[in-house]
């Protein structure tokens, strides 16, 4: 797994430097989208790898993107790994947009 390592305090133009590699291999540990009513539920399965480099995209999405909310779900007995993202009116069709998630929603 690479290391994208965060120094803080992560500026924007780091931020940005780290944010298109990061979402790659986070779009690629996706098994499955869910939709929600503000924004969507990235699912990556029991696949542990994908912890560190979620949580990493989102100290980047929070200074590049600071209207998202985030929450990184990882449950109980190596259950699935889940990063939920969401926010204001706008959110929903921006992730849908700018992470690429047509290929995981069925229309």
Do not use: C, H
């Not at 779009?27 to 539920?41: A, C, F, N, P, R």
């Amino acid at each position: 797994m690479v290391d994208y390592s965060i120094t803080y305090p992560l500026t924007r133009e780091a931020a940005e430097e780290l944010r298109e590699p990061l979402l790659s291999v986070v779009l690629d540990l996706i098994k499955s989208v869910q939709e929600m009513d503000e924004g969507y539920t990235l699912v990556f399965g029991r696949e542990p790898q994908a912890v560190q480099p979620a949580a990493q995209l989102m100290q980047v999405e929070r200074v590049m993107n600071p209207f998202m909310r985030m929450s990184l779900v990882v449950e109980s007995n190596e259950g699935p790994v889940k990063l939920e993202l969401s926010g204001p009116s706008g959110t929903k069709e921006f992730l849908y947009s700018e992470f690429g998630l047509k290929r995981w929603i069925l229309s």
